[in-house]
């Protein structure tokens, strides 16, 4: 029976009420010695005490996912299953709110067990009356490795420069999401290993966060992903090994799509993980590239090399190529003006949903 499911935490329920039942039937009327009936009695205090106790331990882990298995629990993880990691269930995460609208939460994913920070910001429409029953594309932008969320909000001018190319009409209304993609500082270049499932995290978990607490479209075509240097190759890699959940993406300077030795030492896991690789497999997304003629850590050869693996039904836009411009933040807001703009035009538009049910999002102090 699982430590965090539902029927253990029932079944505790259970024994506590029944040690209570049973303390007070039985009371009076434990035969024996008096020695006996009260060694007896402190026992089924005991018991009740104990059971009561596992019931609101049970129910702190599983609020706070501070084991989320026996073998979590007991330290009986020997390191060759999937790595485990504390924090809230998606359905108790709760945000905080920034000055800036930002919001900000930490929570364990469901499938892949790996817990870490996300970044929500919502448009301004999302607070109107007349949106009140409107749902939202989603952009999700990925950071680089070394990085963190806050990456985007400290380098990228998150959320005034997208405010602004919303305000000017340049991109559409939009929920933009900005998950941690190296939970617990464990880079597999967003890629599922076999104790580290971070693509899992960034495709199931992060989105399944999102749609449960956000008023989103949950279509493919309603999200976009966009990412620079490693979070760029990510971003197209994802696109590709899961359509169904991101129809678009876009890369910034981003890393060999051919995959780095150095993250995946595993050959095969390496290709499979390539995006050069997965294009053989003609995912039905749509891709955009963009870099600098003069960044030797993203070459123009780089994005040439995907575009040639590219078949239809995956396209591939012309590639965006800055004559100037290094492997920096600068380079990269330079870039903002096209790849937002792109990103948006192959999102859905924003639009009321009947029969959705009603979406709270949960904020703290």
């Given at each position: 029976m699982s430590l965090?499911?539902?029927?253990?935490?029932?079944?505790?329920?259970?024994?506590?009420?029944?040690?209570?039942?049973?303390?007070l039937v039985?009371?009076?009327?434990?035969?024996?010695?008096?020695?006996?009936?009260?060694f007896s009695r402190v026992v089924m205090i005991a018991l009740c005490q104990v059971t009561a106790i596992a019931v609101v331990?049970?129910?702190?882990?599983?609020?706070?996912?501070?084991y989320s298995s026996w073998n979590d629990l007991l330290g009986d993880d020997n390191g060759s299953v999937t790595a485990a990691m504390p924090g809230p269930p998606a359905?108790?995460?709760?945000?905080?709110?920034?000055?800036?609208?930002?919001?900000?939460?930490?929570?364990?994913?469901?499938?892949?067990?790996?817990?870490?920070?996300?970044?929500v910001w919502t448009p301004p429409q999302y607070d109107e009356a007349q949106y009140k029953s409107y749902r939202f594309p989603v952009m999700m932008l990925l950071?680089?490795?070394?990085?963190?969320?806050?990456?985007?909000?400290?380098?990228?001018?998150?959320?005034?420069?997208?405010?602004?190319?919303?305000?000017?009409?340049?991109?559409?209304?939009?929920i933009v999401v900005i998950p941690v993609i190296d939970p617990g500082g464990v880079d597999t270049d967003c890629s599922d290993t076999p104790t580290h499932k971070n693509a899992t995290w960034l495709a199931k978990d992060v989105p399944q966060l999102i749609n449960n607490q956000f008023r989103t479209l949950t279509d493919a075509k309603a999200w976009g992903i966009m990412g620079f240097s490693t979070g760029g190759l990510c971003s197209v890699k994802l696109s590709m090994q899961y359509p169904g959940t991101f129809a678009s993406a876009v890369a910034m300077d981003p890393d060999p799509f051919s995959g780095d030795p150095s993250v995946l030492a595993d050959p095969e896991l390496r290709k499979l993980n390539s995006p050069l690789w997965l294009a053989r497999q003609k995912p039905d997304v749509s891709l955009f590239a963009a870099t600098s003629a003069q960044d030797r850590?993203?070459?123009?050869?780089?994005?040439?090399?995907?575009?040639?693996?590219?078949?239809?039904?995956?396209?591939?836009?012309?590639?965006?190529?800055?004559?100037?411009?290094?492997?920096?933040?600068?380079?990269?807001?330079?870039?903002?003006?096209?790849?937002?703009?792109?990103?948006s035009d192959h999102l859905d538009d924003a639009r009321a949903v009947a029969g959705k049910p009603k979406t709270t999002t949960k904020i703290g102090r």
């Open positions: 965090t499911g539902s029927a253990f935490y029932y079944l505790l329920i259970a024994a506590t009420v029944l040690a209570v039942v049973g303390t039985l009371w009076s009327r434990i035969p024996g010695p008096s020695p006996l009936r009260w331990a049970v129910w702190i882990n599983n609020s706070y996912g501070l359905n108790r995460a709760v945000f905080t709110q920034a000055s800036d609208g930002i919001l900000d939460t930490y929570f364990r994913g469901k499938y892949s067990k790996l817990s870490g920070e996300v970044l950071h680089g490795v070394p990085g963190s969320p806050s990456s985007w909000v400290e380098g990228g001018n998150l959320p005034t420069s997208i405010a602004r190319l919303m305000a000017s009409g340049a991109v559409k209304p939009a850590f993203s070459p123009v050869s780089n994005i040439t090399a995907l575009q040639n693996a590219v078949q239809l039904p995956t396209t591939m836009a012309p590639p965006l190529v800055l004559p100037d411009g290094g492997h920096n933040w600068g380079t990269w807001q330079r870039m903002f003006p096209t790849v937002f703009p792109w990103l």
